[in-house]
């Protein structure tokens, strides 16, 4: 009886080594609680199974643990938004909102590194995309583009946008995404519903063709190689665009949608899933507020 019941024993061992089980429940969460009152806007995944947000009433950043759930603020934050943000190495990127500026801070200290005034005007620096040399923001007050160099205290340049862009009243450029190409952007005009294929030399912005379909709500977008994820915020669905090779066009392959968002902004990804913020502007903001990210699978 008993050899019988150890000889078990081992071979349950075999298959089931010590700890897995404790790995299983171990799983990442699919929703991460943030601080009371935080009031989210962007998010930027890596590197690593880490996540970083930005409160857009105060500024601070917020550093969350993917495989536990667990974080804590890194920087107090100016006082103004941070919005938009992008990680590159041990660097992020953040945009600033109605005070006109961007911010680098280290990942690790939250220490800010540089500081730049994008612009004197008033304005609304909404995301961020780090690509080739410079980091891009966007402004959805103002028809330009921003490009601050990665390291060093070079000069800002603003990039006047042309073509089919076309602003107006409301807020128009949001999201920012590096086309499949390596060097040309993608820029969401979230009053417009339309995606851009912008040349980042000459401003020149191309309407992408998405054959009738209209981004309506459209706000953070995420290219992985030609899949370009876009969240429609008070539609609280991402829309899964396949792009072709030179992103004259694409295609809305489906909609993403899950019954915890309340209204998403923007949409990092980390491993197989896609973190998205709620920033749930349709609720009053109170220091009480709860706020939370919301993990799904594409």
Partial sequence: ??????????????????????????????????PAG???????????????????ATGQIYRADLTTGEGKIINK???????????????LYVAGGRAGDARVLDTESGEVLQSFKLTTKTAFINDVIVAGDGAWFT???NQALYRTPLEGSGPVKTLPLSGDIVYREGFNG??????????????????????????????????????????????????????????????NSVAVIELNEDATEG????????????????????GDMLYLPNARFSTPPT????????????
């Fill in 1 to 34: 009886m008993w050899s019988r019941i150890l000889t078990t024993a081992l071979i349950v061992g075999l298959l089931c080594p010590l700890g897995a089980s404790a790995r299983a429940e171990a799983a990442p969460p699919d929703r991460i609680p943030l």
């Fill in 38 to 56: 935080f009031q989210p806007e962007g998010i930027a995944a890596g590197p690593g199974p880490v996540a970083f947000l930005g409160s857009r």
């Fill in 77 to 91: 934050g100016p006082g103004t938004p941070s919005l938009g943000m992008k990680v590159k190495g041990n660097r």
């Fill in 139 to 141: 402004d959805s007050t």
């Fill in 174 to 235: 949001n999201g920012i995404a590096v086309a499949p190409d390596g060097r040309s952007l993608i820029l969401m005009q979230s009053n417009a519903g339309k995606i851009f294929k912008v040349d980042p030399e000459t401003g020149v912005g191309k309407a992408i063709d998405l054959h009738g379909e209209t981004l309506t709500a459209g706000d953070g977008i995420l290219a992985d190689g030609r899949t370009l994820y876009a969240v429609q915020n008070a539609l």
């Fill in 251 to 270: 295609r809305v392959t489906k909609k993403l949608t899950d019954p915890r968002f309340d209204v998403p902004t923007t949409v990092a990804k980390a």
């Fill in 287 to 298: 220091p009480q507020t709860p706020y939370d990210i919301i993990a799904i699978k594409p």
